[in-house]
């Protein structure tokens, strides 16, 4: 199964800073389709997930654009260009190229 | 506007079966894969089953930890897809959520299984 490594496990920021969130996976996500499954989602408190983030770079409709989403291969990187308040909650990267579907641990931002 | 609400949720014993559904609205239901996802209390999400679609023969995968237990199926009549949960064991206890695409998510529906 592939395993996906989020880094750091916690995050104190204060409003305005600008955070990244790392994914490494234990092999690489480039489907042989040309596509790389990878997401990124935020769960706030007491919140189902929400979709921020597709194909590696790609905005969800409706998600600020202070989100942002690189990386390639094995390496993925979530970038909150100015935290804002309602960012706070966990954040997990997710990947549906091989199955099983795997969730990374999870990143908690916090406010410092 | 789209919206997934899951449904039968509770207490059960271990080794009791179970079984919740999810209703669909607001997207092209029969043209979308679904998935179940669960999270235990304080813990991260854990992917259980997927169900695709009709031209794709609702093939099903699931999770090592359900597998043999668990069956997703869906009713495109309906836009509804389900979790037959057999043989529950304590560490099943969890908020289960049904998505599309991880991109449509229920609010959860809660099982607990405790003697």
């Known amino acids: 199964d592939v395993v996906l490594t989020q880094t750091p496990p916690t995050l104190s920021a204060t409003i305005g800073q600008s955070v990244s969130i790392s994914c490494r996976s234990s092999?690489?996500?480039?489907?042989?389709?040309?596509?790389?499954?990878l997401n990124w989602l935020l769960q706030r408190p007491g919140q189902p997930p929400q979709l921020l983030i597709y194909?590696?770079?790609r905005l969800e409709s409706g998600v600020p654009n202070r989100f942002s989403g690189s990386g390639s291969g094995t390496d993925f990187t979530l970038k909150i260009s100015g935290v804002e308040a309602e960012d706070l909650g966990v954040y997990y990267c997710v990947q549906s190229t091989h199955a099983p579907w795997t969730f990374g641990g999870g990143t908690k931002l916090e406010l410092k | 506007a789209v919206q997934l609400v899951e449904s039968g949720g509770g207490l059960v014993q271990p080794k009791e079966s179970l079984k919740i559904s999810c209703a669909a609205s607001g997207f092209t239901f029969s043209n979308a894969a679904m998935y179940w996802v669960r999270q235990a209390p304080g813990k991260g999400l854990e992917w259980v089953a997927r169900?695709?679609?009709?031209?794709?023969?609702?093939?099903?995968y699931y999770a090592d930890s359900v597998k043999g237990r668990f069956t997703i199926s869906r009713d495109d009549s309906k836009s509804m897809v389900y979790l037959q949960m057999d043989n529950l064991k304590t560490e099943d206890t969890a908020m289960y959520y049904c998505?599309?695409?991880?991109?449509?998510w229920g609010q959860g529906v809660m099982v607990t299984v405790s003697s």
């Open positions: 998505t599309s695409n991880w991109a449509y």
């Open positions: 092999q690489s996500l480039l489907h042989s389709n040309g596509n790389t499954y």
């Open positions: 169900i695709r679609t009709k031209p794709n023969n609702y093939a099903t």
């Open positions: 194909l590696v770079s």
